[in-house]
């Protein structure tokens, strides 16, 4: 059978596996990963997946990982990339869904993680790159900025952040709107500098090449 995404959005258990996630990252200091960053990290996948001419099919599997992928922080952060697949494997299959399209959505799920994965397809590069670019203020959930760790304050300096895919010329470009008073580049680099090659390697699987640019300065 095939699962859509709006039965995967419309899913109470998926829905409390999310939130439960983020109400534990969230006491832990993490940001946010609630249903907020879910949908916007699917609608990024498919974007990405569609802007460079892909089947409808495969964008909709995109969706459906992005949307699932953070559900192992329900169980625990660490190893939550694996933790997450496996999740993921049950309920897809409890919703009867084509064994072949759960194992594209698992492995992408199982590969999210920068510290042990790696863009496999291109249902997982989609991911991999929606994922580590949502990088944005309201991602902050601590309410005392005297107590800000560098990951609060490299999210709470980005006033904006974009996605653009240039199709002709194969490149996929991250654009930052950076607040230097509250952190330096150095400062994000710290912080996302592996996250950023992961989505070098992930645009490379799509045959693309990935841009970061912040305040108008190119970066790689």
């Given amino acids: 059978m095939q699962i859509s995404y709006s039965q995967i959005r419309e899913s109470r258990e998926i829905n409390l596996m999310i939130e439960k996630g983020n109400d534990v990252l969230k006491k832990l200091g993490y940001t946010e990963h609630s249903r907020r960053h879910a ?8 974007m990405i997946l569609k802007e460079l001419g892909y089947k409808k099919h495969t ?5 459906i990982a992005g949307y699932m992928h953070d559900i192992g922080n329900s169980i625990n952060r660490h190893d939550h990339a694996h933790s997450g697949a496996i999740l993921a494997w ?10 072949e399209d759960v194992l594209t959505v698992t ?7 920068e510290e042990t994965g790696d ?23 601590n309410p005392d900025r005297r107590k800000f760790d560098i990951h609060d304050r490299v999210n709470d300096a980005v006033l904006s952040a974009s996605v653009i895919v240039d199709a002709k010329k194969r490149v996929i ?6 607040d230097d008073g509250t952190c330096s580049l150095v400062d994000y680099f710290e912080i996302f500098l ?12 799509l045959n693309c090449k990935f841009k970061l640019s912040a305040n108008g300065s190119k970066l790689c």
């Avoid at 964008?59 to 969706?63: G, N, P, R, S, V």
């Avoid at 049950?90 to 084509?98: S, T």
């Avoid at 592996?194 to 699987?205: D, H, I, N, V």
């Fill in 39 to 46: 949908a916007k990290t699917a609608e990024t996948a498919a």
């Fill in 119 to 141: 863009a496999v397809d291109p249902v997982s590069a989609a991911l991999i790159l929606a994922d580590k670019t949502d990088v944005r203020r309201n991602r902050v959930q």
């Fill in 59 to 63: 964008i909709e599997l995109a969706k």
């Fill in 173 to 178: 470009h991250m654009e930052m709107e950076l």
């Fill in 194 to 205: 592996e996250r950023m090659l992961m989505c070098r390697r992930a645009a490379e699987m």
């Fill in 90 to 99: 049950n309920v897809l299959r409890g919703m009867e869904m084509e064994l």
């Fill in 107 to 113: 492995a992408a799920i199982g590969h999210h993680d």
